[in-house]
């Protein structure tokens, strides 16, 4: 018998935040076909805080009992890090930093993150952003995905699984709750470092006739850098939701509105020697540059204004969402979910801008272009920038690069019940946005600071109004995607059976206004009024013989489509009442992010080197679970097949490369169980082993004799085409092992946590090298830097509650939370590539969150 609605209890911060709700899973129709009860709070399907649902996926759901223990304010990623193959490091103790995520050893632009049902991750590169996630405050549930999407989900990459953040539904009676937080780093030579964390919310309870109800929220949030001397990180937040019943069978309509906004500096520990050596006493350091500082008037710039942790990295995203559930015969039901969001994001530092025009001369010194614009990285103005008179030094000015997108989605959903044991479902889902990348150079104030983050509001112009840029392009990426699913239950409802077939189509239209200057994606950023100089000094040619261009590939739009039919398939089987086996399959494709195809446009549009193939999988899952009103368990294990295994690594300025390791496979095991044997006691473990293997050595350009990856015979020449020994080895930044749980008791008033996650040794490259001596050609021995393997990690949280109900404040609490109890110090996320070096400098790595604590104090009424 169909049953669409939720069991919830009252959240711990009032008690009118739960009423009953529809279990939102990664849209409003795949949450109702699935019929699925998810509860939250202290009930008897959650234990612990952690629900294993009865499903043919593999899934863990965290309710709001273990997401309110967490640090308030904190980053979702965070909070999850407590589910079985989920991995991610905080760059900072509040969340404010963002970090590393993965899932199973995929990186997060493999992962697809959802909001109601929408999804989060960028449009160009697939990313998710975690330090511009909801207030933890306002999340019923997360619903986490261990390797496979929902067939409606229109997601473009999501083949290591999904995160599905679910928001509270507004209340039937009138309501509100403040929370304050004071925090500080507390480490040795840390310093004053403090947090200041203010968030409210009020519920307006049932105000019209039909049962209209609604709640508001803000919060606001400030941080002191982690580790520099210099930066701070400020974030403001605004949350709504409408939510409107429709009679009394669950059918629903939901508006709700979202907007975040992060002023913060980057920090961390680029290029500090102290990662790789594991030198804790190099975690709080001064900024080489100093501070405060003068900028260099002279022409010749200083060190002023260059430091890595002056750069921003400022957003302004914002979302409206809508969902609907109607009901319309007794066995045939339609949902409807949209939204539309809105990102302005920068990141990047400051370039010594040239003042004088480019000038090009051929072999023979004679000039053959002359003009401004952005050529071999660098700007041009051909105008005198610092007011000195003259315009033939240089200037320090803002580069960053800038993203703006405007993005459309909506899945539909119609659902037809045959009968009380079998069902059917078509859905259609559309997603549609317009990805502007451009890179505006912006002027800085005498002390090195920016006159505006964006520089995009107030560029600098060249003598002529044309608006520089170190990249120009434009781009829009659709899918339109319809699937179908069967939902059947047999045996006495003992044997659940789901089939699917999803048929994506994407499209990437694509518009590059640069010169495509080499196959690394390169550009010369020419003012229109130039262009058709720039093109008569620098002709584009290909040979198809050798596969080589020369010259500038002009300006150009392409458009490029992927399609796949991916079928899905999954059962579950219950031995007994408490005891359960389920099984699923899932063909996946991940579509090229636009770095990877902007890359290819210097080569020739149509040609099979233009043409970059799309990553396509083939995953398994099959485990047992034990779910009892005192134990929630289940052990999971997975096999995933690829071909083209793509995978991204960025710059320090977050531009990506993408390699296409070709066949990967990867599999493992999940486990986890969560038993509370009294009410008074939880105890929680979990556990995941994680394995990586890429088939292929990768080809490169060369294997150049005593170089670092030559030495630790990482490399090899047969044929004249040079390789790299990626063939057995792991992929990069995967874990092998995590492992951990968390134990909570219950004493009246006083509510204690613990908690702890190990995570082990990663990689830095796919080539696994590590630094290490060797012996040159001419018998020298010298340390080498073919990469690096970072020590595994083992961090302890605590947290500590007391209720003060007793002092007659019934929904009120003050919480303490220490982060890494035992202050260890480790490398947390880290820049990496196919084969990075340790030595580069493009080989940046943040450390770990140190210890850190904070006090909130929480009023509920």
């Known amino acids: 018998m169909k049953f669409r609605h939720t069991l919830a209890a009252s959240c711990a911060l009032f008690p009118v935040a739960l009423l009953s709700t529809p279990a939102f899973a990664q849209s409003t129709g795949s949450s109702d076909f699935d019929d699925e009860i998810v509860v939250t709070g202290s009930t008897s399907r959650d234990v612990a805080g952690i629900q294993i649902p009865d499903s043919p996926k593999a899934k863990v759901v965290v309710g709001a009992e273990l997401i309110q223990r967490q640090r308030p304010g904190q980053s979702i990623n965070e909070i999850i890090n407590l589910v079985p193959g989920v991995s991610f490091t905080n760059n900072d103790p509040w969340g404010s930093s963002g970090g590393s995520f993965t899932i199973r050893g995929f990186e997060s632009d493999r992962i697809s993150q959802t909001f109601d049902g929408i999804p989060l991750n960028d449009s160009g590169n697939y990313a998710i952003y975690t330090n511009q996630q909801v207030d933890p405050e306002l999340v019923e549930t997360i619903n986490v995905n261990l390797g496979s999407t929902d067939v409606d989900s229109p997601t473009a990459a999501a083949v290591g ?3 599905n953040i679910n928001t509270l539904t507004p209340s039937d009676e009138l309501g509100a709750m403040v929370s304050a937080s004071y925090g500080n780093i507390i480490a040795k030579g840390s310093g004053d470092r403090p947090y200041h964390r203010v968030f409210g919310m009020i519920q307006t309870g049932t105000f019209t006739p039909w049962g209209t109800k609604a709640w508001f929220s803000a919060s606001t ?18 949350n709504g939701k409408i939510y409107q019943p429709i009679g009394d069978n669950g059918d629903f309509i939901a508006i709700a509105g979202h907007y975040n906004q992060n002023r913060n500096n980057f920090g961390g520990s680029p290029f500090r020697a102290n990662a790789f050596t594991g030198d804790k006493d190099g975690r709080f350091y001064e900024i080489s540059g100093g501070f405060p500082c003068t900028l260099s008037e002279t022409g010749t710039p200083n060190r002023c204004g260059t430091d890595f942790e002056r750069r921003y990295n400022p957003s302004n995203t914002g979302n409206i969402r809508w969902q609907s559930l109607f009901t319309l015969t007794d066995r045939l039901t339609f949902s409807l979910d949209g939204a539309w969001q809105y990102v302005k994001a920068n990141g990047g530092g400051t370039t010594s801008a040239n003042e004088a025009a480019f000038v ?45 997108t405007r993005r459309w989605v909506a899945i539909a959903n119609l659902a037809y019940e045959i009968n009380d044991f079998n069902r059917v479902r078509l859905s259609y889902s559309f997603d549609r946005a317009r990805h502007r990348q451009t890179g505006a150079a912006g002027f800085l104030f005498p002390n090195g600071e920016p006159t505006d983050v964006f520089a995009i509001n107030d560029p600098i112009l060249d003598p002529d109004g044309n608006i520089l840029q170190k990249r120009n392009r434009l781009s829009y990426a659709t899918l339109h995607q319809v699937a179908g699913e069967y939902r059947g239950e047999f045996l006495d409802e003992r044997l659940t059976v789901q089939l ?43 040979d198809p013989a050798t596969g080589r261009a020369t010259g500038s590939a002009v300006p150009q739009e392409r458009t490029l489509k992927y399609d796949k039919l991916l079928p899905s398939a999954g059962l579950a089987f219950k031995l007994t009442p408490a005891f359960s086996l389920a099984a699923s399959y899932k063909k996946n494709i991940s579509v090229p992010g636009t770095d990877a195809l902007y890359n290819a446009f210097s080569f020739p549009d149509g040609s099979a080197a233009a043409f970059r193939e799309a990553e396509t999988s083939d995953s398994f899952d099959a485990g047992v679970r034990y779910s009892t009103s005192q134990v929630q368990a289940a052990v999971t294990g997975w096999y995933s097949k690829y071909k083209n295994r793509l995978v991204t690594a960025y710059d320090i300025d977050g531009n990506g490369t993408v390699t296409n390791l070709g066949p990967v496979e990867k599999y493992g095991v999940d486990a986890s169980i969560a038993y509370k044997p009294i009410q008074q006691l939880s105890l929680y473990v979990f556990g995941s082993y994680i394995k990586s293997k890429i088939q292929d050595d990768a080809v490169t350009s060369r294997c150049a004799i005593d170089s670092d990856i030559e030495l630790a015979d990482l490399c090899y020449v047969e044929g004249g085409v040079a390789y790299l020994r990626t063939s057995g080895k792991r992929e990069r930044g995967a874990p092998k092992f995590l492992y951990g749980g968390r134990i909570e008791g219950n004493l009246g008033d006083l509510t204690l946590g613990v908690q702890a996650k190990r995570t082990s040794s990663r990689f830095l490259n796919d080539i696994n090298g590590v630094i290490q001596t060797a012996v040159d050609s001419n018998g020298d021995s010298k340390l080498i830097f073919p990469g690096a393997k970072f020590k595994g990690y083992t961090v302890v949280d605590l947290d500590v509650r ?4 007793s002092a007659g ?39 770990g969150s140190p210890r850190a604590i904070s006090a909130s104090f929480i009023v509920g009424f």
């Open 500 to 542: 699917g077939l999803t048929a994506p189509f994407f499209k990437r239209e694509l518009d590059q206004r640069c010169f495509t200057t080499s196959t690394g994606g390169f550009v010369d950023c020419v003012p229109e009024d130039q262009v058709a100089a720039y093109m008569a000094a620098n002709p584009y040619s290909f």
């Open 802 to 805: 007391y209720s003060l109900a």
């Open 360 to 404: 090009q001369e051929d072999d023979d010194g004679n000039v053959i272009f002359t003009g401004t614009g952005n050529y071999g990285g660098q700007f041009y103005f051909g105008r005198d920038l610092n007011n000195d008179g003259a315009a033939d030094g240089r200037v320090t000015v803002l580069q960053p690069s800038q993203t703006n």
């Open 221 to 238: 949030t400030s941080n002191v850098a982690a580790f520099a001397n210099y930066g701070d990180i400020k974030k403001q937040q605004y």
């Open 161 to 163: 699984g999904t995160v």
């Open 809 to 847: 404040l019934e929904n009120s609490y003050i919480q303490v939370n220490i982060s890494n109890l035992f202050d260890k110090f480790y490398v947390g996320s880290f820049s990496g590539g196919l084969d990075t070096l340790a030595s580069s400098s493009s080989s940046f790595v943040n450390f």
